[in-house]
C-alpha cells in the first residue's frame, strides 16, 4: 500500500514537472515563432502599388487583354481631359490589335507589359515568367520600336518567383491600389463612386480599368472630371514612378529613400 501511495505521488509529481517545464519554456517557443513568422514576411517581395510622391499625381492604368471596340472612345475621352494613361498589353492581343497598340502609342499613352498568354503566373517557373514577360517585350519592340519596364502580372497574382523573373528581365512590377471594379460592377454611377469615393484614393495612386469594360466609356468622363476637380494631375507611371533608389513597404508604397 505504502509502495503504491508512492508511486502514485511520483505520477502526480512528474505531470506537475511536465506543465512547469512547459510554462516555462513557452515564452521562449512563442518568440522564436514570432521570429520566424516575422522572417517569412520580410523575405516575401511585394510589388508597387502606389507610390509617395508630394504632389496630387496619379496613374490611370488599363489592362488589355480582351476586345478592342472601345479603344478609340477610350482615347477620345482621355484626350478630351488632356490625361494620358498606361495601357498594360498582352502579347496575342498586340497580335489580334496591332493598330490600337499603335493608336494608343501615337496618342502618347504608355505601353505596358501584360505577359504574353494572360497566365496564371504564379503556377509558373522563374523561366516560364520570364518567357512570358519577355515574348510579349518581342511583340511590342517589333511593332513600336520601343522598350517596356513596366509589368502587370495577368489577375493581379504574384510571388517571389513572379517578381523575380520581372526583375531579370529589367521591369518594374506594378499592381493598383484603386480598382474601378469595372469588371462586374453594375452601372456607370457605381463605377464612378467606386473610384472618386475609394478610401485609398490620394496622390501617387495607381488606378486599374480594363480596356473592354461594359460601363467604362460612360463612367471615364465623369471620374476624370471628377479627378481634375480635386486636384489630381493624370499622368503615366514613367512621371510617377521612382526608378532607383527607393524601397517598398509593407502596403506596396514605393518610398524614396
Not at 509529481?13 to 514576411?41: D, G, H, I, Q
Not at 495612386?205 to 472630371?225: G, Q, V, Y
Not at 533608389?245 to 529613400?257: A, D, F, K, S, V
Request: with cysteine; charged share 25%.
Amino acid at each position: 500500500m505504502i509502495n503504491l501511495k508512492k508511486a502514485q505521488i511520483n505520477i502526480i509529481f512528474a505531470v506537475l514537472l511536465v506543465f512547469v517545464c512547459a510554462a516555462a519554456s513557452r515564452p521562449a517557443v512563442v518568440t522564436v515563432f514570432k521570429s520566424y513568422a516575422k522572417n517569412a514576411e520580410s523575405q516575401k517581395k511585394l510589388p508597387i502599388y502606389s507610390v509617395d510622391v508630394p504632389e496630387k499625381k496619379i496613374a490611370i492604368t488599363f489592362d488589355a487583354a480582351w476586345g478592342a471596340a472601345d479603344t478609340e472612345e477610350l482615347i477620345s475621352i482621355l484626350k478630351d481631359f488632356d490625361a494620358k494613361a498606361t495601357f498594360f498589353v498582352c502579347g496575342y492581343w498586340v497580335d489580334k490589335y496591332p493598330n490600337e497598340v499603335k493608336r494608343l502609342y501615337e496618342e502618347g499613352h504608355l505601353i505596358g507589359n501584360h505577359g504574353d498568354s494572360h497566365a496564371h503566373v504564379a503556377k509558373l517557373s522563374l523561366e516560364q515568367n520570364r518567357q512570358e514577360i519577355l515574348k510579349c517585350h518581342e511583340k511590342v519592340k517589333n511593332l513600336l520600336g520601343i522598350e517596356m519596364n513596366f509589368f502587370r502580372p495577368p489577375f493581379g497574382e504574384y510571388n517571389n518567383t513572379v517578381l523575380d523573373a520581372a526583375e531579370t528581365a529589367n521591369y518594374f512590377t506594378v499592381q493598383w491600389d484603386v480598382d474601378s471594379h469595372d469588371w462586374f460592377i453594375k452601372s456607370a454611377k457605381a463605377e464612378i463612386d467606386q473610384v472618386l469615393k475609394h478610401k485609398h484614393l490620394g496622390g501617387g495612386s495607381i488606378l486599374l480599368f480594363h480596356n473592354d469594360a461594359k460601363f467604362t466609356p460612360e463612367a471615364l468622363p465623369a471620374i476624370l472630371k471628377g479627378l481634375k476637380d480635386s486636384g489630381y494631375e493624370i499622368v503615366p507611371l514613367t512621371e510617377l514612378i521612382h526608378k532607383e533608389n527607393y524601397r517598398i513597404n509593407h502596403e506596396g508604397r514605393q518610398i524614396l529613400n
